[in-house]
T-cell receptor, first 116, second 111 residues
Framework: DAGITQSPRHKVTETGTPVTLRCHQTENHRYMYWYRQDPGHGLRLIHYSYGVKDTDKGEVSDGYSVSRSKTEDFLLTLESATSSQTSVYFCAINPGAGGFGLDEQFFGPGTRLTVL | SQQGEEDPQALSIQEGENATMNCSYKTSINNLQWYRQNSGRGLVHLILIRSNEREKHSGRLRVTLDTSKKSSSLLITASRAADTASYFC???????????FGRGTSLIVHP
């Protein structure tokens, strides 16, 4: 898994509660991404980061925020979880050796989040 | 919004047969990638093909790219039960090199 871990791996929470998912990499790569995967939609980009404290929005960023205070950690926060945020969340990194996004992405194992 | 769309959505074959899945996209691309996802796992990168390339091979995998038709195909030869997975194409285009994923093809290989 290219040194990528996600925590927690499974979480059940209630509507309105805050939730933080963590992505940790051991390779010191610059580019990190958060995706959600839902049946019928494939993977959709939530937020991405191109360095410490450098982040930007993806296709489905509403209701999510991110932070990256260290190269190795990229946090995804749901400020007030809703049932529509029930999904599987994947973190990915891009080595970027060929330039931003010119190389393949490596994915973490995923976090299954259920919001009741 | 999806840039690439895989076809078929589902494919069921016998072990030893070849499996072909296609990806069509709408706008010019920088590169196109294919990924595999086993049930309950993260995606695994298979092949990246750049817009100026027409064919790439990796083991039993063959990817072609036809930019005039805005399409790509992934061929898995002599399939095995272990090839059972979902396969996704991902394209990057314009000034953004962040890949956009399709909805995937679900492949089942029967032993």
């Amino acid at each position: 898994d290219a040194g990528i871990t996600q925590s927690p791996r499974h979480k059940v929470t209630e509507t309105g509660t805050p939730v933080t998912l963590r992505c940790h990499q051991t390779e010191n790569h610059r580019y990190m991404y958060w995706y959600r995967q839902d049946p019928g939609h494939g993977l959709r980009l939530i937020h991405y980061s191109y360095g410490v404290k450098d982040t930007d929005k993806g296709e489905v960023s509403d209701g999510y925020s991110v932070s990256r205070s260290k190269t190795e950690d990229f946090l995804l926060t749901l400020e007030s979880a809703t049932s529509s945020q029930t999904s599987v969340y994947f973190c990915a990194i891009n080595p970027g050796a060929g330039g931003f996004g010119l190389d393949e992405q490596f994915f973490g194992p995923g976090t299954r989040l259920t919001v009741l | 919004s999806q840039q690439g769309e895989e076809d078929p959505q589902a494919l069921s074959i016998q072990e030893g047969e070849n499996a072909t899945m296609n990806c069509s996209y709408k706008t010019s691309i920088n590169n196109l990638q294919w990924y595999r996802q086993n049930s309950g796992r993260g995606l695994v990168h298979l092949i990246l093909i750049r817009s100026n390339e027409r064919e790439k091979h990796s083991g039993r995998l063959r990817v072609t790219l036809d930019t005039s038709k805005k399409s790509s195909s992934l061929l898995i030869t002599a399939s095995r039960a272990a090839d059972t997975a979902s396969y996704f194409c991902a394209t990057s285009s314009g000034g953004s090199y962040i890949p956009t994923f399709g909805r995937g093809t679900s492949l089942i290989v029967h032993p």
